[in-house]
Nanobody, 126 residues
Framework: QVQLVESGGGLVQAGGSLRLSCVAS????????MGWFRQAPGKEREFVST????????YYADSVKGRFTISRDNAKNTVYLQMNSLKPEDTAVYYC???????????????????WGQGTQVTVSS
């Protein structure tokens, strides 16, 4: 399995921006579709965004569409989540996840992914 390490979380005021990074190691990064999920206190982990192996296909949860942008740099083994216009309801631990695939598809279910990072905390104050 690929190992994943997230970074870039922190405390930001509502309306602000953060960029999360997730660095992968251990396997060929371009063979993996990548996803970002989040989990707020007392809630289940939920899908945020996903990107296919090449970066040519992306998909977003309705709650973040138009505010968040996922991207990847296969040369750096890194996937990013640019988060703009942050809201207090975006407060959560954010996790990146990887799914080995030779398809050009992306994946939105937690159960699709078999490698997870340790998470990075994002806190948005009002």
């Amino acid at each position: 399995q690929v190992q994943l390490v997230e970074s870039g979380g922190g405390l930001v005021q509502a309306g602000g921006s953060l960029r999360l990074s997730c660095v992968a190691s251990g396997r060929t990064f371009s063979n993996y579709a990548m996803g970002w999920f989040r989990q707020a206190p007392g809630k289940e982990r939920e899908f945020v965004s996903t990107i296919n192996y090449s970066g040519g296909r992306t998909y977003y949860a309705d709650s973040v569409k138009g505010r968040f942008t996922i991207s990847r740099d296969n040369a750096k083994n890194t996937v990013y989540l640019q988060m703009n216009s942050l809201k207090p309801e975006d407060t959560a631990v954010y996790y990146c996840a990887a799914k080995y695939t030779m398809q050009a598809a992306y994946f939105i279910r937690l159960s699709d992914y078999n490698s997870w990072g340790q998470g990075t905390q994002v806190t948005v104050s009002s």
